[in-house]
């Protein structure tokens, strides 16, 4: 069946640092990749996706490619800031899993100032 | 982007009561509706997935008598829990999709305490 596997938390970073979460997926088709965020009490929001092998999937400054040959969809951002503060989910959805959502443990991400 | 509603946002409850949770797409017609559950701290599991018209298909390990779904409509699904304990205490998210979409939008969830 599909799984995601995402880093363990709680990653804690200072303000202006490098951030890399790492995701890896297995899927039986051809899924396609999401990142997702939860602000402390808040629903969860899209932050990212990709829909094919290669995309990069970009917004606020995060970013992810979807690798195929690693089966991988690493978050990146170059320089966090105390406000993105949160809980981050990676997930797969795909039509032999009938659409279905799968996500990740969930990585959760202090930032300091 | 898509508005979808959940109400109520928090509830509290008795042992023994029940309680419904209503899910609303505001613009979009939602033809799969899927239910999660969200224990503090941890990830979202899918409880059950439900189609509009038809009864839900229920995951493993999910009780579908104690967790009534009804997708009575293209734009409205409910979640009742039904004779609540404290440890169906939790926050649960609805997602509807447009049939045949990757994408799933999230409602905002409800945190319910059973007491």
């Known amino acids: 069946g599909n799984s995601v596997t995402q880093m363990e938390g709680p990653v804690t970073l200072s303000e202006e640092a490098f951030l890399t979460i790492n995701c890896t997926y297995t899927a039986t088709g051809y899924p396609s990749l999401f990142w997702y965020v939860q602000y402390p009490g808040e629903g969860l929001q899209l932050l990212l996706k990709?829909?094919?092998?290669?995309d990069k999937g970009s917004n606020k400054g995060f970013e992810a490619t979807y690798r195929k040959e690693t089966t991988s969809f690493h978050l990146e951002k170059g320089s966090v800031q105390v406000s993105d503060s949160a809980v981050y989910f990676c997930?797969?959805?795909?039509?032999?899993?009938?659409?279905?959502?799968?996500f990740g443990a969930g990585t959760r991400l202090f930032v300091k100032a | 982007g898509a508005v979808v509603s959940q109400h109520p946002s928090r509830v509290i409850c008795k042992s023994g009561t029940s309680v419904k949770i209503e899910c609303r797409s505001l613009d979009f017609q939602a033809t799969t509706m899927f239910w999660y559950r969200q224990f503090p701290k941890k990830s979202l599991m899918l409880m059950a997935t439900?189609?509009?018209?038809?009864?839900?298909?229920?995951e493993q390990g999910v009780e579908k008598d104690k967790f009534l779904i009804n997708h009575a409509s293209l734009t409205l699904s409910t979640l009742t829990v039904t004779s609540a304990h404290p440890e169906d205490s939790s926050f649960y998210i609805c997602?509807?999709?447009?049939?045949?979409?990757?994408?799933?939008?999230f409602g905002p969830g409800t945190r319910l305490t059973v007491t």
């Open positions: 997930a797969l959805s795909d039509q032999g899993g009938g659409f279905k959502t799968i």
């Open positions: 439900s189609n509009e018209g038809s009864k839900a298909t229920y």
């Open positions: 990709a829909t094919k092998a290669d």
């Open positions: 997602s509807p999709q447009v049939q045949g979409s990757y994408e799933q939008y």
